[in-house]
């Protein structure tokens, strides 16, 4: 995998939503470009 620089709990993370977004505001998952990440207030408005 390449190596985006995440430490062990957000690497984890991402690899166990490969398919699903992640709802944080955690904006460290976002150097993982095929990771959808959504605020709570962004998924609300869905």
């Known amino acids: 995998m390449k190596n985006y620089g995440l430490d062990f709990d957000d690497a984890l993370a991402v690899q166990a939503l490969k398919e699903l977004a992640i709802i944080s505001y ?18 609300l408005r869905r």
């Open 26 to 43: 955690d904006e460290d998952f976002d150097v993982v470009e095929w990771v959808n990440r959504l605020t709570p207030e962004k998924l």
